[in-house]
C-alpha cells in the first residue's frame, strides 16, 4: 500500500517505490537522455518562483456551517458508494483487504456518525469479518474498533494489537506485514508510512485501555532518532543493511508523520513509565527536540498545494495525505500558524475548494475519508489556550508541554467530539474569544509585564476564564501572585475554592473530592482567575489514569465553566456581535437593594440586559442608585434586586419598609448570585418575615 497507496484509488498505477528494481532501471533510462533534454525539467522542479510556493487566496466561504456542510456532504458519498455486503469498493480492495473500508469508518466515526448507523454498522460487520496480513489495514482497524466500545469488538481490538506488537522490527519500525510480497523480498522493509500508522493505532488502542508494553514505545522512539535528517526532516526509509533507504531525504508528509510519532511516543512513554524511571525524562527531551526540529523544517518549508520538496513521482492523490499528516501535526502540537499563516485555515479552505459536487474529493474513497478526518481536525474548537510565560525554562521539563493535548486528547473521548488547544504567544491574549480556557504555565514569581496585565485585564473583564498554574514552596508563589493580580485588579475580590463554587458541579461532581489548594479571583459573581497553588499540571503531562482521573475531570469542568456551561464553539466560528441598538420605546427602572454585604456584584449585569432587551424589544433598564431600605421605599421603582452571596440581614425597619414597598405594587427580585446555599436559606427566612400569612 505504501506511503501513496493511501493516497489514491483511481486508475494511476502503483508507485514504483513498492518495486525498487523499476527505480534502478529508471535511473539507467534517465542517464540515457541528454543532459540537455532534462534541463527543462530540474528548472521546472527545483526553480518554482517564491510566489507559486506561497499558498493562493482561496475564494470560499470558511465557516463552521460550511465545513460542516461539507463533511455532511462526504458522508453521504461514501454511503452511496457502499456494496450491498457492506465494503467500499477501491483501487485496494483486491491487495489490501479492509484497508480503504477501516479508514472510510475512522472519518465516519470522526464525523460524527454513531456506530448504530445501518450503513456503517453493515461496515464495521464487512471490516470485522476479514483476516488482515499487512500493517496499514491492521493498524486502520485498530483505530476503527479503540472507538467502538463494544465487546462484540473488543476481542479483535485485543488481537489486533498483539498482531503489530509481533510485527515491530528489530528496528523499532513496521514495514507492510507478512502478506506483502515487499515483506518477502526484503524482510527488513520498514518506512516511515506504516510505522507512522502502527504508532497512531496502538495509541489509540492505548486510549481504549488496551496495554502496551512500554517496550513497543522505546524501540519506537529508536526507530525515529535513527533516520532523522540532519535538516530536521523525514525521508521515507531509514538505510537498510548499510544501504541507502528510498526516497532518504526530506519532505513534507513525511517530515510532519515523524514529529507526530515522536510526540506521541514522549506521551505515551511519560503514560506507561513511573516518573522516577530515567528513561522518561531522558527520552522524552530528545523526542520533543526532534519534534521541534521537524516543526521548524516545516515553518521554513511551508505549502499546502503541494508537498514541500517532494520530487519524485507524482499522484492527484498525495495531497490529502500530506494534509492529513500535517493537520494532525498541528493538534498534536497545539500549533495555530505555521510560516506565520493560519494553516488550519488555509488546508480546510483548499479542501473546500476541491470538493466535488457529489461531495467526494476526486471520488476516491481514499480521498475523501482523508479530508473527513482533516477537516474534522481542523475546524475543532479550540478550548485551551495554553501561554508559556517561561519559555527560557521550558527545556527543564518539555520544549512542548503535553499537558494541554493529554487534556484535550482525554476530553475529546469523553465527549465523543475532537477539541482542539493552542500554544500562543502573550500578546496573543487579545484577539481570544473569551468562550476558551486560557491557561497561564508555571511563572516561578508573579509576572510582571506591562503586555501581560493589559492583555489579562481585558481578557478576564471581557467575561473570559484563566487558570494559572503557580509553583513554589507551600503555596507561596500563590499567594503571591493573587496579591499581585488584585493589586491590578481592585475590582476582583478573593477567595479560596469551596465545595459549593459551581466550578466542581458544571459536569463532573467534585464536591467531595480532594481538590488541591485552589484560589478565586473575580467579581463575587463569576470567577475570572483560578490559581493552582499546587502543581496539578503534572497530572496532565503524565496522562489520564485511574489516579489521574480526578484532575482531568477537573479540567474538563473549569473547560465548561470558561465556556458558560458548554465547550467552546468551532475554530471557524462566527463572534456574535451586537450592532448598536435602536432607541427605546419604554424604560424599566430597576435599583439593588442595600445590605451589610455583596449586594453590588456583576457590576455589568444591567447594562448586558439592557442592550439585548433593546435589541429584542426596545426596552431599555434604567439603573437607579442602590436603595437603602432602612428608609422608605420609592413605590415608583419597578424592580428591586436583591443580589450577592454573603447572606443578608435585614433589621425590622428594613422589613417593614419592604413589606410597604411589596403592598404597593413593587416587585423584589431574589437572585443568589452564584447560587450560595446561605443566601438563599437567609432569604427565605427573610420572604417569612415578609409575609407570614403567604407560603412561598
Known sequence: MGESKLQQDGNTARPSEILPHTIINRRFAFRRIGILTLAPIFVLVFSIPAAIAQPRRFYVRLTDETVHTAIEKAVKFLYSRQSPQGALPNRYSAEYITGGESLAAYALLMAGQSPDEPHLKKLLEYIKARRLGYVYTRSLRTIVFSHVPREEYRKYLLQDVQWLIKYQHRNGGWGYGPASAMSRFNPQWTDASNTQFALLALREAADANVPIPPAVWLKAQRYWRTFQNNDGGWGYQPPIAGKPGQRPASYGSMTAAGAVSCLLIADEIAHSLEWSDPRVKLTNRSLINQAQKAINWLNINYQIERIPKYIWMSMPGQIYYYLFCLERLCESAGIGKLANQDCHAQICKLLLSSQKANGSWNDSIIDTSLAILTLTKGSSPIVINRVELSPDRMGKRSLLPRDAFNIVRWLSRKWGKTVSWQAI?????????????????????????????????????????????????????????????????????????????????????????????????????????????????????????SNTELYFQLAANLILYAGGGKPSPGRFAKRSTLSPPPPAKRFIEIARLKYQGDYDVCPKAIARLSAVLLHSLNIAIRQLPPVDPARPINSNIAVLWLTGNDPPRFTEGQITNLRKYILAGGTLFIDPAIGRREFYQATRQMIHQLLPNNKP
Not at 429 to 457: C, G, M, V
Request: glycine share 4%; aromatic share 8%.
Open 425 to 545: 504567544p502573550i500578546n496573543s491574549i487579545r484577539k481570544l474569544p473569551n468562550t476558551s480556557l486560557l491557561y497561564i504555565h508555571e511563572p516561578q514569581n508573579p509576572p510582571q509585564t506591562k503586555e501581560l496585565e493589559r492583555n489579562l485585564w481585558n481578557f478576564t473583564h471581557r467575561g473570559g476564564v484563566c487558570l494559572i498554574q503557580a509553583s513554589g514552596e507551600k503555596g507561596k508563589a500563590a499567594d503571591a501572585l493573587a496579591d499581585y493580580l488584585l493589586k491590578l485588579m481592585p475590582d476582583y475580590h478573593k477567595e479560596i475554592l469551596t465545595p459549593d463554587h459551581p466550578l466542581l458541579t458544571v459536569q463532573y461532581n467534585l464536591q467531595s473530592q480532594p481538590i488541591p489548594k485552589i484560589i478565586c479571583i473575580g467579581d463575587r459573581c463569576r470567577t475570572h482567575i483560578f490559581i493552582a497553588s499546587e502543581d496539578i499540571s503534572r497530572f496532565w503531562a503524565k496522562g489520564a489514569n
